[in-house]
C-alpha cells in the first residue's frame, strides 16, 4: 500500500526509473554533442582573437618603424628658395639631428647640429617625445608579441595575457599621443610662421614629408591600441 502511493505527493516518478523509452546512450551522446559545440564556438571565438592580436601587432609594427624614420629623418621643416622664373636654386630641410640642403645639379650635404641651444623650442621637445615614443612602442610591441593567445612565454591563465595585452594596448596609445603632439606642434609653428608679415622669405618654412609621415604613424599607433583593448 505505502509503495504504491510512494509517488502520489510529487508527481509522476523520474523517467530514468521506470521509463523504457530512457535511452542512456542517446543522452550521452546529446551531452557529448553540445560539448563538442561548445568547444567549437571557443575555438572560433579562440580564433577571431588572435586574428584581432595579429593584426594589431602588425600596424604596431608599422608604427613602430614609422616613428622610428620620422625621428631620424631631417625632413621635418624645408625652405625653398625660388627665383622669379620658378626654378629652384636651393633647398633646406631642418630636421631633430641635423639640417641638410641641396643646390641645383649638387648633391644633398647633412649636418649635425653642433649645441641642442640652436634649435627652436618645438624641435627640442620633438627630440624627447619622439624618443620616447620610439622606447614605448618598442615597449608595447614586445608586451602585445608576449600577450598574444598563441605564444606561450608567459603564465598561460587567461587573465595574465589579458593583463598583459592590455597593457601593449595602452602602451600603444601613449606612443601614440607622444608622436602626435611634437608633429602637431611643429606644424604649427611652420603655419603661424608662415603666414606672419614681419618675417620675410628667406625665415618662412613648409611642412616637410616627415610630418605627414609622423601622422600617419600615429594614427597606426592608435589603431593598434584601440584594437589590442576592444577586441
Not at 608599422?62 to 625621428?71: D, H, K, N, P, Q
Not at 615614443?133 to 612565454?153: D, E, F, N, R
Not at 595574465?160 to 599621443?177: E, N, R, S
Request: with cysteine; aromatic share 10%.
Amino acid at each position: 500500500m505505502g509503495s504504491a502511493t510512494a509517488y502520489s505527493v510529487y508527481g509522476k516518478p523520474p523517467q530514468s526509473y521506470f521509463d523504457p523509452a530512457y535511452d542512456e546512450k542517446a543522452a550521452k551522446s546529446y551531452m557529448d554533442s553540445v560539448y563538442e559545440e561548445k568547444k567549437r564556438v571557443e575555438k572560433k571565438a579562440r580564433s577571431e582573437a588572435v586574428c584581432c592580436e595579429v593584426v594589431a601587432l602588425v600596424f604596431g609594427f608599422v608604427g613602430l618603424i614609422g616613428v622610428s624614420a620620422v625621428t631620424g629623418l631631417p625632413m621635418w621643416k624645408v625652405t625653398a628658395f625660388i627665383q622669379e622664373n620658378i626654378i629652384v636654386m636651393e633647398t633646406r630641410w631642418e630636421g631633430l639631428w641635423m639640417n641638410c640642403y641641396r643646390q641645383a645639379n649638387i648633391r644633398m650635404q647633412c649636418k649635425v647640429y653642433d649645441s641642442l641651444l640652436f634649435l627652436p623650442a618645438e624641435l627640442q621637445a620633438a627630440r624627447g617625445l619622439m624618443c620616447s615614443s620610439v622606447a614605448v612602442s618598442a615597449i608595447a610591441l614586445i608586451l602585445s608579441a608576449v600577450g598574444m593567445k598563441c605564444t606561450k612565454v608567459v603564465d598561460h591563465r587567461p587573465r595574465t595575457k589579458h593583463i598583459v595585452l592590455v597593457t601593449g594596448g595602452c602602451l600603444f596609445l601613449v606612443g601614440c599621443v607622444t608622436t602626435i603632439i611634437p608633429i602637431s606642434w611643429t606644424a604649427n609653428v611652420i603655419i603661424r610662421d608662415f603666414y606672419n608679415p614681419l618675417l620675410i622669405d628667406a625665415q618662412r618654412r613648409e611642412l616637410g614629408e616627415a610630418l605627414y609621415m609622423g601622422w600617419v604613424t600615429s594614427a597606426l599607433l592608435f589603431v593598434a591600441g584601440v584594437i589590442l583593448l576592444c577586441r
